[in-house]
């Protein structure tokens, strides 16, 4: 079946510094991806929509200078956490859904801890 | 985004069918319902999505009821690895979001 590729798994860095998550649909291409972050005991959030070839959506009250998103092919998204800070430590999440399959399921990554100290 | 309401927590034992309800009763015309399952530390899971019959695949069975309003998952046998977190979603369109919920929490007991 279809899979979503999500790197790193997990990443501890610095108060300041910059981590970029990557997410890649390995056999299906997806003009659309979403990003998710859940911090503990909670639900997911959305956080944006990526879309190929164009500006990510952004939800209501996240910063898109904070969280940037680049969506540079059919097969590949990236997250970038800059100026990472304690309170951006989360589980980040990645999915995506193949083209041409309206109201399909989507697809997950496995996501990726991040812990800034 | 159409809201989905479901039971916090449930418990099942093991080796026994487990019912997960799900209220929507909110759901337009064109709104899938689908299941997702995240078990710790993972990403979620599909499970199974439908919009007005009933579904069955390898892992489950979705019953909507006929007014749409409500459904259910039914997972037939319950094994251990099926302690999960369950988000019934709604979703329409190609693009549309899938915006998650509280979810249930299943316990199964040895």
């Known amino acids: 079946g279809a899979v979503v590729s999500q790197h790193p798994s997990r990443v501890i860095c610095k108060s300041g510094t910059s981590v970029k998550i990557e997410c890649r649909s390995l056999d299906f291409q997806a003009t659309t991806m979403f990003w998710y972050r859940q911090f503990p005991k909670q639900s997911l959030m959305l956080m944006a929509t990526s879309n190929e070839g164009s500006k990510a959506t952004y939800e209501q009250g996240v910063e898109k200078d904070k969280f940037l998103i680049n969506h540079a092919s059919l097969t590949l998204s990236t997250l970038t956490v800059t100026s990472a800070h304690p309170e951006d430590s989360s589980f980040y999440i990645c999915?995506?859904?193949?083209?041409?399959?309206?109201?399909?399921?989507?697809?997950f990554g496995s996501g990726t801890q991040l812990s800034v100290l | 985004d159409a809201k989905t309401t479901q039971p916090n927590s449930m418990e099942s034992n093991e080796e026994e069918p487990v019912h997960l309800p799900c209220n929507h009763s909110t759901i337009s015309g064109t709104d899938y319902i689908h299941w997702y399952r995240q078990l710790p530390s993972q990403g979620p899971e599909y499970v199974i999505h439908?919009?007005?019959s009933n579904v069955n695949n390898r892992m489950a069975s979705l019953a909507i009821a006929e007014d749409r309003k409500s459904s259910t998952l039914i997972l037939h046998r319950a094994t251990l690895r099926d302690a999960a977190v369950y988000y019934c979603?709604?979703?329409?369109?190609?693009?549309?979001?899938?915006?998650f919920g509280k979810g249930t929490r299943l316990h199964i007991l040895p």
């Open positions: 999915s995506a859904r193949e083209n041409g399959l309206p109201n399909e399921k989507l697809f």
């Open positions: 979603i709604l979703s329409e369109g190609r693009d549309d979001k899938i915006i």
């Open positions: 439908g919009l007005t």
